[in-house]
């Protein structure tokens, strides 16, 4: 299993930067692929960017230019560098690790999350 543990939300003004940062219980590079989700109140669970171990990113339309995933293998952390955040970027941001299990069944996993909340 992994364990996912996020940190980094809070409280700021639109304009403004914020990263998350996110810890696996597991070696990061033995994570098939990382990535960001995001919920709104109300809405469902989007994705917002994605990591493969083999270094691609992905991201969705309405944060391309101004988010960036990333990954620091010698802290064992996944980021996602926020910038110039909007109001609607509001939402919980939740971790996931997809990785394939002893087996060859692929698992999901998420963390908690953490609320970024963007003030006008």
């Known amino acids: 299993q992994v364990q996912l543990v996020e940190s980094g939300g809070g409280l700021i003004q639109a304009g403004e930067s914020l990263r998350l940062s996110c810890a696996p219980s597991q070696n990061i590079l033995s994570i098939n692929s990382m990535g960001w989700y995001r919920q709104a109140p109300g809405k469902q669970r989007d994705r917002v960017a994605e990591?493969?171990?083999?270094?691609?990113?992905n991201y969705a339309d309405s944060v391309k230019g101004r988010f960036t995933i990333s990954r620091d293998i010698s802290k064992n952390r996944l980021y996602l560098q926020m910038n110039s955040l909007k109001p609607e970027d509001t939402a919980v941001y939740y971790c996931?690790?997809?990785?394939?299990?002893?087996?060859?069944?692929?698992?999901?996993?998420w963390g908690n999350g953490t609320t970024v909340t963007v003030s006008v």
């Open positions: 996931n690790a997809w990785r394939v299990e002893p087996g060859g069944r692929g698992m999901d996993y």
């Open positions: 990591l493969t171990s083999g270094g691609t990113t």
